[in-house]
Each structure stands twice: as structure tokens, then as C-alpha cells.
């Protein structure tokens, strides 16, 4: 099988910065897109960043210019570099990849288990 596992989540006042990680193990033959979200209490879980297999790159329009999303496929890791943080960034934030386990079997979704990202005033 596959497992996402998250860490670097944390609380940080307003203006810091988090650096949040997120590794695929298991059986992975190849491993496409990779995405964070994030979900504050009471809400839906929202798109915050994606990156393909090739390194591009979408950010949704509130964290534009303030959070960057890399990976590094040697690790199959994929990281999220959140600066100038505000107190509405907080939410428990996902990884999300979209896996193909073998030459035969059609990519599915995984999902990590979410880490805290908590932004004080």
C-alpha cells in the first residue's frame, strides 16, 4: 500500500513561517502530482497549492506570494514553505498525491493524516 506522512506543522505567531513535509512510501511506481490543502474548523477542505511530476506550480489566490510548494522526487517528498502567516491560515493542513502503485493499475488519490498549523495574533 501507500502512506502520506505530514510533519513541521506547529504554532507560530503572526508574520513567521512553517515549513511543512510530506513523504510517500510503499509500493509507488510512479508518483504524479502532488497538492496541500488545508481545512479550518467548520469549513471545507480548500486547494492551496499543487506541483505536477515536471515542477509546475498553482496557488490559491490567498497564499500567492507568501507560501511556495517544491518536491523533491528522489524522496518522493513534497514540502510547503508558508511565510508572513495570519491568523486565517490556520487550519489543519493535508497532503494529497496522486499515485500510480503499478504499470497496471489506473493513479488514485492518497491523503496524508494532517498536521496543525496554528497562527496566533
Known amino acids: 500500500q501507500v502512506q502520506l506522512v505530514e510533519s513541521g506543522g506547529g504554532l507560530v505567531q503572526a508574520g513567521g513561517s512553517l515549513r511543512l513535509s510530506c513523504a510517500a512510501s510503499?509500493?509507488?511506481?510512479?508518483?504524479?502530482?502532488m497538492a496541500w490543502y488545508h481545512q479550518a474548523p467548520g469549513k471545507q477542505r480548500d486547494l492551496v497549492a499543487t506541483?505536477?511530476?515536471?515542477?509546475?506550480?498553482n496557488y490559491a489566490d490567498s497564499v500567492k506570494g507568501r507560501f511556495t510548494i517544491s518536491r523533491d522526487n528522489a524522496k518522493n517528498t513534497v514540502y510547503l514553505e508558508m511565510n508572513s502567516l495570519k491568523p486565517e491560515d490556520t487550519a489543519v493542513y493535508y497532503c494529497n498525491a496522486n499515485i500510480q502503485m503499478t504499470p497496471f493499475r489506473v493513479p488514485s488519490d492518497y491523503w496524508g493524516q494532517g498536521t496543525q498549523v496554528t497562527v496566533s495574533s
Open positions: 510503499g509500493r509507488i511506481f510512479r508518483l504524479n502530482a
Open positions: 506541483i505536477t511530476s515536471g515542477g509546475n506550480t
